[in-house]
């Protein structure tokens, strides 16, 4: 089993910056996948960002230039650096891990709420 622990989120006014964290524990196979995922009221999950073990990253278009995603493999966190932040990126922000091992295994975290407006 994998535990997400996720810290970072908060208020911040249009245009602030805010770095989200993400710390894993349990059994955290080598080949995996760490990101972020976001939720608005109303709307889908949607992903953010996500690094590779191997250190390829993926960005949803809404956030390239303004959020940079990273990871450090010895401590098994993740960080969700976000700039410019505008008030549609409000929505609470999910850690999720997910594991390669003859299939795709998804943990998550609990979600932290991240609010921007003026």
């Known amino acids: 089993q994998v535990q997400l622990v996720e810290s970072g989120g908060g208020l911040v006014q249009p245009g602030g910056s805010l770095r989200l964290s993400c710390a894993a524990s349990?059994?955290?196979?080598?080949?995996?996948?760490m990101g972020w995922y976001r939720q608005a009221p109303g709307k889908p999950r949607e992903l953010v960002a996500t690094?590779?073990?191997?250190?390829?990253?993926n960005y949803a278009e809404s956030v390239k230039g303004r959020f940079t995603i990273s990871r450090d493999n010895v401590d098994n966190t993740v960080y969700l650096q976000m700039n410019s932040l505008r008030p549609d990126d409000t929505a609470v922000y999910y850690c999720?891990?997910?594991?390669?091992?003859?299939?795709?295994?998804?943990?998550w975290g609990q979600g932290t709420q991240v609010t921007v407006s003026s």
């Open positions: 349990g059994n955290i196979l080598s080949l995996n996948a």
């Open positions: 690094i590779f073990s191997g250190g390829p990253r």
């Open positions: 999720n891990l997910r594991a390669f091992n003859g299939g795709a295994y998804d943990f």
